[in-house]
């Protein structure tokens, strides 16, 4: 119970801590969300992607959906790259230094799926105030 | 680095619960109103919205609405169901007032006090059918009273369309609700021992209610939104004409930040 506790009060300090240590890098990719039903089942999207790190040095950005690094580039400390795709499943971008590295940073693109799986669910609308 | 995986874990919960749990749960908050039609009464205000539904094999409890499914398949899902009624609503927030006029416009020797009649809750149990496609979807439901409070029915249809529209959701919808003449009665129908100087007798008949609902919500993530509905409904002629009505249709809005787990 103690180290439970203990535990729970580091968590802000464990989150503070893991916060700088990513502060070396920034990926930031626009838009997160990609929303599908029945009727359009995936977003065709246009992504704005953009990096920048404390070091200079080789990055490439990739992506879940292909082998291949999206960029990469040289003795560089930031960069921006646009990248179309149709969107249906969730995936993430992320920035390393290279094939089989770490990632430094990573963001993930959101799919919010309107259609239940559960007929019932998606077929149901609640009464008079369902606004969610 | 455990202290890293339990902070993950922690942040995923709520993620991995709404991905294997039957419960649907949600909440929003911020300011609306629904109109009450009746004389001498308040709006609904509502501040919070809470979405809480449970969805079992054939089982399920969807804000108030209870059901058993009999029949699920790619073209349709039906469903036995117990409710409350829905026009009960509105005579929660009546006030008692004096006039000096009476139902007629005339001037009264002296004020007479005019309450709106009470009336109860009933438990309305029926069928549900309901399907949908990428054309929208559609709706139609008959419910019988089973407490004995109206001895009424209603039977409702309604259809819907969904479009996305970037972060946007819109949804608009339409629908038409058929309403018994023992259940308009009961509830907008004034009875003899209740009448008065201020408030004659009434019996209404059945009617059709029609209505518009627009609902649209601005998702910033797939758990937060900004969620905005209207709707309106006109009452039945039969409703509208009785004299507890003052007003002949029922206009709702919100307009909050929603949470959906």
């Known amino acids: 119970m103690k180290r439970f506790l203990t535990l729970l009060l580091m968590l802000p300090l464990a989150a503070l801590a893991d916060d700088a240590a990513d502060e070396a890098y920034h990926l930031t990719v626009k838009p997160l969300l990609c929303i599908v039903d029945a009727r359009t089942p995936a977003c065709e999207m246009r992504f704005a992607i953009h990096w920048a790190s404390g070091v200079s040095g080789y990055y490439c950005v990739f992506s879940d959906l292909e082998t291949q690094a999206l960029r990469c580039w040289s003795a560089a400390q930031s960069g921006e790259l646009r990248d179309d795709r149709s969107v249906s499943e969730r995936f993430s971008y992320w920035l390393n230094r290279g094939v089989g590295e770490p990632a430094l940073a990573s963001a993930t693109v959101d799919v919010l799926r309107k259609d239940s799986d559960d007929r019932r669910r998606r077929r149901r609308t609640r009464h008079v105030w369902d606004i969610l | 680095m455990k202290i890293r995986t339990a902070c993950l874990l922690l942040a995923l919960l709520p993620a991995l619960a709404a991905a294997e749990s039957p419960w649907r749960l949600g909440a929003a908050l911020g300011y609306g109103e629904r109109s009450n039609p009746l004389a001498q009464s308040d709006d609904v205000p509502l501040v919070l919205d809470l979405d809480i539904a449970y969805f079992g094999e054939r089982f399920f409890f969807d804000n108030g609405d209870l059901g058993i499914t009999f029949a699920d398949n790619a073209g349709m899902t039906a469903s036995v169901m117990a409710r409350f009624s829905s026009d009960r609503v509105f005579f929660g927030r009546t006030d008692t007032k004096f006039v000096v006029f009476d139902a007629a416009g005339l001037p009264l020797s002296e004020a007479v006090e005019l309450a709106i009649p009470d009336r109860d809750h009933a438990v309305e149990a029926g069928i549900e059918l309901l399907t949908d496609g990428r054309w ?58 209740e009448a008065g100087i ?3 007798a009434y019996e209404a008949g059945a009617g059709i209610n029609p209505r ?30 009785s004299p507890i009505v003052e007003h002949d249709s029922v206009l709702g809005y919100f307009a909050g930040l929603a949470f959906r787990f």
């Open chain 2, 136 to 193: 929208g979807f559609l709706q139609l439901s008959a419910f019988h009273d089973v407490s004995g409070t109206h001895d009424g029915f209603e039977i409702d249809a309604s259809y819907g369309i969904g479009f996305r529209q970037g972060n946007w959701y819109i949804e608009p919808a339409v629908g038409l609700a058929y309403k018994s003449a023992d259940l308009n009665d009961y509830y907008w129908g004034v009875r003899p021992d």
């Open chain 2, 212 to 241: 518009l609902r627009l609902r649209a919500a601005y998702y910033f993530s797939r758990e937060w939104s900004f969620a905005v509905s209207a709707e309106y409904e006109r009452l039945n002629d039969e409703a509208a004409a």
């Open chain 2, 198 to 200: 201020a408030l004659p």
